[in-house]
């Protein structure tokens, strides 16, 4: 199968080419960074197009790995030359603006896949993962086509509205909390800080981090671009001022009960009981 990975010299970009050429797929790659995807098809061995529709003209499958804001673009600059028998992916982590596209995409007799990868580039067995896959036009054939795809992950099928709103939520928030975080620990001594925290701050420095690496454009579109996130950050701040007039106060009977209502409503969660235990292997890890 000849795959186009379109944005294939950034990091899932690279990944997802890694991934087919050692499937034994023929791989070829365009990306607006010129250098970066001359770089890109050099290391992992595939082909370099001049752009996208040389990418995706003759190709069987199409994997759309662009910046959310762009993907849209993309797929209507590409889809008159997709082949009738052809397919097109896009893994974009928002999609409420995209299926509609892949929707009209469709009517072509083309394939459409909208897939959300519920990891990141620096997974090296798929055993495990999790994808979610948002129906288009035919959730039967979808499913078995991204599973004849990505045979080893979990699929997790889900509208596209409830899809944005669980991001919100799982991608979102913690990335809002994890960015305030670092903001206000990152003119403090680290190495200090490190020396003398103990398991929840050095999980917490290990996740903020984490976020604080990765690509800025990319984080900015999964805070603005998505309609739920203000509700949830709102909700938030909300009751962060609530706990905090409680901590000014010195109020410890609110406090106390603000607690136990939360932990209430977690113990519901069926790993409620194991959290603590997977805290401390999550710490043995790092």
């Not at 849209?72 to 603006?97: D, G, Y």
């Not at 984080?219 to 203000?230: G, H, L």
């Amino acid at each position: 199968m000849k795959v186009a990975v379109i944005g294939g010299a950034g990091r899932m970009g690279r990944w997802l080419t890694g991934y087919f050429l050692s499937k034994g797929h023929e791989v070829i790659i365009s990306d607006i960074n010129e250098n970066e995807a001359k770089e890109a098809a050099k290391l992992t061995g595939a082909k370099l197009a001049r752009d996208n529709i040389e990418a995706a003209k003759n190709a069987d499958l199409s994997v759309i790995s662009t910046p959310i804001e762009v993907t849209p673009k993309v797929l209507k600059e590409i889809a008159p030359e997709l082949k009738e028998s052809a397919a097109v992916m896009e893994i974009s982590s928002l999609k409420s603006k995209i299926v509609p596209v892949l929707e009209k995409i469709a009517k072509r007799k083309v394939k459409t896949l909208s897939v959300h990868p519920l990891f990141g580039p620096g997974v090296q067995k798929l055993a495990e993962e999790k994808m979610a896959l948002v129906p288009v036009l035919d959730p039967a054939s979808e499913v078995r086509l991204v599973a004849s795809l990505f045979p080893d992950v979990e699929m997790i099928v889900v509208d596209a509205e409830e899809h944005d709103r669980i991001m919100a939520l799982t991608l979102s928030l913690p990335h809002f909390l994890n960015i305030i975080f670092a903001c206000v620990i990152c003119e403090e001594d680290i190495d200090v800080l490190r020396k003398l925290g103990g398991t929840t701050f050095t999980l917490q420095l290990a996740i903020s981090e984490g976020v604080m690496t990765e690509d800025t454009g990319l984080y900015a579109s999964i805070q603005m671009s998505n309609e739920y996130t203000v509700q949830y950050l709102n909700k938030f701040l909300s009751n962060a001022e609530i706990l905090k007039k409680y901590i000014d106060k010195q109020d410890l009977k609110n406090f106390v009960q603000f607690y136990r209502d939360i932990r209430g409503s977690l113990s519901k969660d069926k790993d409620f009981s194991r959290a603590y235990e997977r805290m401390y292997k999550a710490l043995e890890a790092l």
